[in-house]
């Protein structure tokens, strides 16, 4: 079956520091991929995506690449900020027939000042 | 557009209610998803509808919990009776199409049975 692996948490950083979210996946065919963020009390909204690839999903300062050789999604930001802290998840959905969109676990990430 | 709205946004509930959580997809989108999510489990799907149709209900629990989604522009999700385990934030999404898009999520409902 499809399944996402993250690196667990919390990822904890000071401002303006380099992040990287490690993030594997295993599916069937090329499924496409997703990042999305979680802030407190909120539900999830989609950060970035990709769906073929070598495909580079980008938005707001994060991006992740499509690496179908090492099945992987890192989401990277250069500079983080405190209004970054949140909760990040990776999914996938696959192309097969009816799909749904499988999470990782999630990643909280907190950045002080 | 609005976005997937839910309601309640909050829920108590003592111990043996019903319960009737409800979501309004976005208009257009055929793909409707409810989760659940936990601090010991995470998000967990419990129910896929595509046109209306439930596809994959495997991650329902029990049969305490059911699902309807009787036209395009609304579902429900009822859980009968409650018990303190089913304490959680609920959350609805959905998806333009099929497959290889993304899908958007409601505010969440949080649930609490005491």
């Known amino acids: 079956g499809n399944s996402v692996t993250q690196m667990e948490g919390p990822v904890t950083l000071s401002e303006e520091a380099f992040l990287t979210i490690n993030c594997t996946y295993t599916?069937?065919?090329?499924?496409?991929l997703f990042w999305y963020v979680q802030y407190p009390g909120e539900g999830l909204q989609l950060l970035l995506k990709a769906t073929k690839a070598d495909d580079k999903g980008s938005n707001k300062g994060f991006e992740a690449t499509y690496r179908k050789e090492t099945t992987s999604f890192h989401l990277e930001k250069g500079s983080v900020q405190v209004s970054d802290s949140a909760v990040y998840f990776c999914a996938l959905r696959a192309r097969s027939g009816y799909s749904t969109l499988t999470f990782g676990k999630g990643t909280m990430l907190l950045v002080s000042p | 557009d609005a976005g997937v709205i839910q309601s309640p946004r909050h829920e108590v509930t003592e111990m043996g209610q019903e319960v009737t959580l409800r979501c309004k997809p976005i208009?257009?989108?055929?793909?409707l998803f409810w989760y659940r999510q936990t601090m010991m489990r995470g998000l967990e799907l419990l129910i896929y509808?595509?046109?209306?149709?439930?596809?994959?209900d495997s991650g329902m629990p029990e049969d305490r919990f059911s699902a309807k989604m009787p036209n395009a522009s609304f579902s429900t999700l009822k859980i009968q009776p409650s018990e303190p385990r089913d304490s959680a934030v609920y959350f609805c999404a959905s998806s333009p199409g099929q497959e290889r898009t993304e899908a958007f999520f409601g505010q969440g409902t949080r649930l609490t049975v005491v």
């Open positions: 599916a069937t065919g090329y499924p496409s």
């Open positions: 208009s257009g989108h055929n793909s």
């Open positions: 509808f595509n046109n209306n149709v439930p596809i994959d």
